[in-house]
């Protein structure tokens, strides 16, 4: 079964834009991670959140993690083309290990 | 490039038939994850494996199987397969088998059931 949701589902824009993405999640976590996919291969691991963190940041990347709304964000500054792929928040549950996977959002970067 | 390989890359079977699938971890990985992923959904945990035994197993039936390695190299399994089977099946590697870390996933083994 899916934890969480994306949204939204699809995201096009334009080159140079902020790209922001949301996921939400139904039961207590330990960690939350963002992965993004390009056509449909293999997961690429973009950032990990713990459940006692905020906020976080890499390169481009920001992401925020609100336990008490059981959601998160990632942001994507200055977007380029190469960013088009689609995008997955996974939770890790206390004491497991599986990671639980939404639908994604599906990002379009228009030259 | 993660160095996680997945093969083969694409396969079709037949309704009823058995696959394997077939996966090379990270070195220095000792854990190994399968997840199917249908289209347009996201992956879906089938099971997990450390030091070779099973170690959690999401909501798949019995006909998916797996095994582990000494080398930590892992196989998948599914029999009588089903036309629903369709999908991408993904196969992630990580150091230790607390879910606190980044996983590594391979490209995928895509299989088409008809």
């Known amino acids: 079964s899916q934890q969480g949701e994306e949204d939204p589902q699809a995201l096009s824009i334009q080159e140079g834009e902020n790209a922001t993405m949301n996921c939400s999640y139904k039961?207590?976590?330990?960690?939350l991670q963002w992965y993004r996919q390009n056509s449909g291969r293999g997961l690429v691991h973009l950032i990990l959140i713990r459940s006692n963190e905020r906020e976080k940041h890499s390169g481009r990347l920001r992401v925020t993690l609100d336990t008490s709304k059981k959601s998160s964000s990632l942001l994507i500054t200055a977007s380029r083309a190469a960013d088009t792929a689609s995008y997955f928040c996974a939770t890790t549950g206390a004491g497991s290990y599986q990671l639980t996977f939404g639908k994604g959002t599906k990002l379009s970067v228009i030259p | 490039e993660t160095g996680v390989t997945q093969s083969p890359t694409h396969l079709i079977k037949t309704r009823g038939q058995q696959v394997t699938l077939r996966c090379s971890s990270q070195?220095?990985?000792?854990?190994v994850s399968w997840y199917q992923q249908a289209l347009g959904q996201g992956p879906q945990f089938i099971f997990q494996?450390?030091?070779?035994?099973?170690?959690g197993r999401g909501n798949f039936p019995p006909r998916f199987s797996g095994l582990q390695f000494p080398n930590y190299s892992s196989e998948l399994n599914v029999n009588a397969l089903e036309l629903d089977d369709s999908a991408l099946y993904l196969c992630?590697?990580?150091?230790?088998?607390?879910?606190?870390?980044?996983?590594?996933f391979g490209q995928g083994t895509r299989l088409t059931v008809v």
């Open positions: 039961t207590s976590i330990n960690n």
């Open positions: 992630a590697s990580s150091q230790y088998a607390t879910g606190e870390e980044e996983a590594f």
């Open positions: 494996y450390y030091r070779e035994e099973e170690n």
């Open positions: 070195s220095g990985h000792n854990t």
